[in-house]
């Protein structure tokens, strides 16, 4: 079973447009938030030992979506990104899931975006979150094997 950790809650673009009130001005991340989303997940990665051991025969990995999504948001020219404080739909402010349709407006290039909406990633942004997830447990499994031996 994989279990992910939490993104930097406090660069979601709905969570800053919601912090400020002139969103299309000042568009920092929360770093409240994105030191309470570190902290859940430092205690998550710490208890799921504890819950694989009392499930026998289970395997539980945690992985971390927090380091590469703040790489992408941090060095967004690194991976191709231009726009990494709003979301292509619609006003890249606000907007979530039901409210990305054919009615909104969708940027031209959404692989320029790392958010699709306000919270979601683009596919773009999935595409290297799964390249990072993949090594990271990739090397996870590989050392949990090699502890059994």
Not at 7 to 26: A, D, V, Y
Not at 83 to 104: D, F, H, I, Q, Y
């Amino acid at each position: 079973m994989v279990i992910a950790g939490l993104p930097p809650m406090g660069c979601l673009p709905i969570q800053m447009s919601t912090r400020f009130e002139l969103p299309g001005i000042f568009r920092v991340c929360l770093e409240d938030q994105n030191s309470d989303a570190q902290s859940y997940n430092s205690k998550l990665e710490k208890l799921l030992p504890q819950i694989q051991n009392s499930l026998p025969g289970s395997k539980i990995l945690y992985v971390d979506i927090y380091t590469p999504l703040d790489d992408m948001i941090n060095n967004p020219e690194k991976y191709g990104f231009v726009e990494t404080k709003r979301g292509c739909c619609g006003t890249g402010l606000v907007e979530a899931g039901p409210l990305c349709n054919s009615l909104t407006p969708v940027c031209e290039n959404a692989s320029q975006y790392v958010f699709w909406d306000s919270i979601h990633p683009t596919e773009a942004a999935y595409r290297v979150l799964v390249e990072y997830l993949e090594k990271d447990l990739s090397t996870k499994i590989h050392n949990s094997v090699g502890e059994k031996n």
